[in-house]
Nanobody
Framework: QVQLVESGGGLVQAGGSLRLSCAAS????????MAWFRQAPGKEREFAAT????????DYADSVKGRFTISRDNAKNTVYLQMNSLKPEDTAVYYC??????????????????WGQGTQVTVSS
């Protein structure tokens, strides 16, 4: 059974930082692309960042580029999202996603197979 468990969310003031973690278990393939998405109240789930297995390819939404950094530790089956210079508009539930693949990254939520339960990030002004 595949499980993706996010942690690290919380309340932070604008300009602050948080680091999200996503621990994966039960994935059967030896390679996975991982990603972070977010969903604010009343809005659709949107792409934030993605990273391939070897960390050689990443992509970011324009709204987070230069402020967020995605990384992974394959030995720990964990992917991270370092979020700096946070803004109130970053407030959302952040979800970890995974797709078992040898190559490629994706920005559409439909491309991903597995999802975590989400962690709340709230940025106060």
């Amino acid at each position: 059974q595949v499980q993706l468990v996010e942690s690290g969310g919380g309340l932070v003031q604008a300009g602050g930082s948080l680091r999200l973690s996503c621990a994966a278990s039960g994935l059967t393939a030896s390679r996975q692309t991982m990603a972070w998405f977010r969903q604010a109240p009343g809005k659709e789930r949107e792409f934030a960042a993605t990273i391939n297995w070897g960390s050689t390819s990443t992509d970011y939404a324009d709204s987070v580029k230069g402020r967020f950094t995605i990384s992974r530790d394959n030995a720990k089956n964990t992917v991270y999202l370092q979020m700096n210079s946070l803004k109130p508009e970053d407030t959302a539930v952040y979800y970890c996603a995974a797709r078992e693949t040898f190559a490629g990254i994706g920005i559409s939520p439909t491309w991903y197979t597995y999802w975590g339960q989400g962690t709340q990030v709230t940025v106060s002004s």
